[in-house]
C-alpha cells in the first residue's frame, strides 16, 4: 500500500519569501512518481512538478522545485520568491507501479501568502 | 479549447435519487480517472478505466459505476444516493500507452454534489 503524509495542514509565507512544503511518502515499489498538485479557492487541479523515483536530478519548474531525499522518502515543494497568487491549497500524490496508474494523494497543504 | 470537461459543475438532489456526472477530454488519452474529494479537501481515486480494464478501489460502493461509451468519455453513475455522497467529483485523464513514467494526470473543473 502507498501512502503520502502531508504534516502541515496550514502555512504562511511573506509575499516574495520562499517556502517549503513538505510531503513524505511510503511504498515498497521500487520505480514510482512523486507529483505536486495546486487547487486554488476556484477549485481546479492543476499539475506543478513531477519527479521520477530513478531522476537523479531534482525537478524544476520555474518557481517550483522539488527537494527530492530518496532515502528519507520525502519530496518537499519548494516555492521561491512567493506570488499573492500561490495562495491555495497543495497536494503531494504518489503513483506506484499498481494496477490502473491511480494517484494516491496527500491531506494537502494550505498556503496563505501574507502581502 | 477544454481539456477536461464535466457537467455539471453543480448537482443538488435528493437522497435516494440516482444520478450521472459527465467527463469529456479532447486530449486524446488512453485512461481515465474518477475521484472524489471530501469536505475536509482529502481526495480518494474511485476508478481508474482505459480501453481495456477497469480498476475500481475496493472501498467505492457498487452504487457508484462508471460508463465509457467512447475513448473520450468516462462518465459516472451514481444510484440510490446518500447524504455521505455529498463531495466534489474529479474526473481526470493521462496518457499512459507512451511508456513514459511522467504521465501527469489533467483534471477537470469537478463536480460539486449536494445530497439533501
Known amino acids: 500500500a502507498q501512502k503520502i503524509t502531508q504534516t502541515q495542514p496550514g502555512m504562511f509565507v511573506q509575499e516574495k519569501e520562499a517556502v517549503t512544503l513538505d510531503c513524505t511518502y511510503d511504498t515498497s515499489d521500487q520505480s514510482y512518481g512523486l507529483f505536486w498538485y495546486k487547487q486554488p479557492s476556484s477549485g481546479e487541479m492543476i499539475f506543478l512538478i513531477y519527479q521520477g523515483s530513478y531522476d537523479e536530478q531534482n525537478a524544476t519548474e520555474g518557481r517550483y522545485s522539488l527537494n527530492f531525499q530518496k532515502a528519507r522518502k520525502s519530496a518537499n515543494l519548494v516555492i521561491s520568491a512567493s506570488q499573492l497568487g500561490d495562495s491555495a491549497m497543495y497536494f503531494c500524490?504518489?503513483?506506484?507501479?499498481?494496477?490502473?496508474?491511480?494517484?494516491?494523494f496527500g491531506g494537502g497543504t494550505r498556503l496563505m501568502v501574507k502581502p | 479549447d477544454t481539456a477536461v470537461s464535466q457537467t455539471p459543475k453543480y448537482l443538488v438532489t435528493q437522497m435516494g435519487n440516482d444520478k450521472s456526472i459527465k467527463c469529456e477530454q479532447n486530449?486524446?488519452?488512453?485512461?481515465m480517472y474518477w475521484y472524489k474529494q471530501d469536505s475536509k479537501k482529502f481526495l480518494k481515486i474511485m476508478f481508474s478505466?482505459?480501453?481495456?480494464?477497469?480498476?475500481i478501489n475496493e472501498t467505492v460502493p457498487n452504487r457508484f459505476s462508471p460508463k465509457s461509451p467512447d475513448k473520450a468519455h468516462l462518465n459516472l453513475h451514481i444510484n440510490s444516493l446518500e447524504l455521505g455522497d455529498s463531495a466534489v467529483y474529479f474526473c481526470?485523464?493521462?496518457?499512459?500507452?507512451?511508456?513514459?513514467?511522467?504521465?501527469?494526470?489533467?483534471f477537470g473543473p469537478g463536480t460539486r454534489l449536494t445530497v439533501l
Open positions: 500524490a504518489m503513483r506506484g507501479s499498481n494496477a490502473g496508474n491511480m494517484l494516491t
Open positions: 478505466y482505459n480501453n481495456k480494464e477497469l480498476i
Open positions: 486530449l486524446g488519452h488512453d485512461t
Open positions: 481526470a485523464s493521462s496518457q499512459e500507452a507512451s511508456g513514459t513514467p511522467r504521465n501527469e494526470q489533467f
